[in-house]
């Protein structure tokens, strides 16, 4: 006989903790930071077990996982777009930018993406143009909000066959 308690669910029951003074602990269901929910963290035994962010982030360089984070601190979290200007870096730190970008674009399928400057359509088929050194956050690692979804999924897509279609032209 297994005399451990069982856990509560703190979705459905309410904890009394004093009935005498009349407190009660209620659950409280905290609403997540916009738009940035996270796939199921996989563990050695799931099977067919494909890489998750935490195991992709922490195969990344230094460098790598600080461009990262700072297109994550940076977007625009109804777009998944980050601009990140590079006049204000001096030429070494803009190479440390471009090898970081790479590092980033080969990892798994892709964890952020450089977006063209011209030649991307939304899902209307209107003509977008962007900022040069706009990146895109993958939307398979950090779901998006369902409002937002095809939307970012569409030009996901567009950076993604861009970046074939380039490393197929190159010899």
């Given at each position: 006989?297994?005399?451990m308690?069982?856990?509560?669910?703190?979705?459905?029951?309410v904890?009394?903790l004093?009935?005498a003074d009349?407190?009660?602990?209620?659950?409280?269901i905290?609403?997540?930071r916009p738009?940035?929910?996270?796939?199921?963290?996989?563990?050695?035994?799931?099977?067919?077990?494909?890489?998750?962010l935490?195991?992709?982030l922490g195969?990344?360089?230094?460098?790598a996982?600080?461009?990262f984070?700072?297109?994550?601190?940076?977007?625009?979290?109804?777009?998944?777009l980050?601009?990140?200007p590079?006049?204000?870096l001096?030429?070494?730190?803009?190479?440390?930018?471009?090898?970081?970008?790479?590092?980033?674009?080969?990892?798994?399928?892709?964890l952020?993406?450089r977006?063209?400057?011209?030649?991307?359509?939304?899902?209307?088929?209107?003509?977008l143009?962007?900022?040069?050194?706009?990146?895109?956050?993958?939307p398979?690692y950090?779901y998006?909000?369902?409002?937002?979804r095809?939307?970012?999924?569409?030009?996901w897509?567009?950076?993604?066959?861009n970046?074939?279609?380039?490393?197929?032209?190159s010899p």
């Amino acid at each position: 006989m297994n005399n451990m308690p069982t856990m509560p669910n703190p979705q459905t029951e309410v904890y009394h903790l004093n009935d005498a003074d009349g407190w009660e602990l209620k659950p409280i269901i905290k609403d997540k930071r916009p738009f940035t929910g996270m796939p199921p963290i996989r563990t050695g035994l799931t099977p067919n077990r494909k890489p998750d962010l935490l195991d992709l982030l922490g195969d990344l360089s230094k460098g790598a996982r600080d461009l990262f984070l700072h297109i994550k601190t940076n977007m625009n979290f109804t777009t998944y777009l980050a601009v990140l200007p590079n006049h204000e870096l001096t030429q070494s730190q803009i190479n440390k930018r471009s090898q970081a970008i790479q590092e980033l674009e080969c990892m798994g399928d892709g964890l952020a993406l450089r977006v063209p400057t011209s030649g991307m359509k939304n899902c209307g088929g209107l003509e977008l143009r962007f900022k040069p050194s706009t990146f895109i956050l993958s939307p398979e690692y950090l779901y998006p909000n369902h409002k937002y979804r095809d939307e970012i999924e569409n030009i996901w897509r567009q950076c993604l066959a861009n970046r074939h279609l380039k490393a197929a032209s190159s010899p």
